[in-house]
């Protein structure tokens, strides 16, 4: 059964850092979101893709995060510099397409930053 | 704006007792609604999903759904649970936007089974 990769599935980073999270979507889904899970919390909506353009980012905090799909396939969220209330879950989905409703979510990087 | 609720935060259950979990959503038309399951430090797994039709839906591991209209609600459940059904189960709806759509999750319910 195909499956969105997610990689590294732990990171853990001093403030001030820069991270990066890896996402590759099921092949042939041209919608990809990425999504941020406060521990306690549902995931909420950071960023969504179609193809390489950006639908919607309008709940991303773009002083500090950014998020790129080049060649709209895999897509990379970097935060530059990551502080204490960026510790959370980071998840990556896909869909089919925008009118496709059913997401698929991937494993999930775990952001811990001390 | 639309909105999901969940009313449990936790619910513990003894294994082979019956389950249902709550949610109520809030949206005008009818809404694309879903449930997921997270196991501790996973990914979310689609469990099942209402877009329209029959009320009532099946879904994976043996969970079941039913849509009522006139509660706004969709609540999930499970005639016999199984220790290994131990996770943090959410509701979600998705509404369609001009530029796509986007999935609102209500705040969980974290099921414990004793055995």
């Known amino acids: 059964e195909a499956e969105v990769a997610q990689s590294p599935r732990y990171k853990i980073t001093e403030k001030s850092q820069a991270v990066a999270f890896w996402c590759d979507p099921i092949s042939g889904h041209a919608t990809l979101y990425w999504y941020r899970q406060i521990l306690g919390q549902g995931p909420e909506l950071l960023v969504q893709f179609q193809d390489e353009s950006v639908v919607d980012d309008s709940q991303l905090p773009k002083d500090r995060f950014s998020a790129e799909r080049l060649k709209g396939v895999d897509s990379t969220l970097k935060i530059q510099p990551a502080e204490l209330g960026d510790s959370a879950m980071y998840l990556c989905?896909?869909?089919?397409?925008?009118?496709?409703?059913?997401?698929?979510f991937g494993p999930g990087t775990r952001l811990t930053v001390l | 704006a639309q909105s999901v609720t969940q009313p449990d935060i936790h619910i513990t259950v003894s294994e082979g007792a019956s389950l249902e979990l709550r949610c109520n959503y809030s949206y005008g038309a009818t809404p694309y609604l879903f449930w997921y399951v997270q196991s501790p430090g996973q990914g979310l797994q689609l469990l099942l999903k209402y877009f329209s039709g029959d009320t009532l839906v099946q879904g994976i591991k043996g969970f079941e759904a039913e849509f009522k209209r006139s509660q706004s609600s969709f609540n999930l459940r499970k005639p016999s649970v199984h220790w290994s059904d131990a996770a943090e189960y959410f509701c979600?709806?998705?509404?369609?936007?001009?530029?796509?759509?986007?999935?609102?999750f209500g705040t969980g319910t974290q099921l414990k089974v004793e055995l």
């Open positions: 979600a709806v998705v509404i369609l936007t001009g530029g796509g759509n986007k999935l609102t």
């Open positions: 989905a896909s869909s089919l397409g925008l009118r496709e409703v059913t997401q698929y």
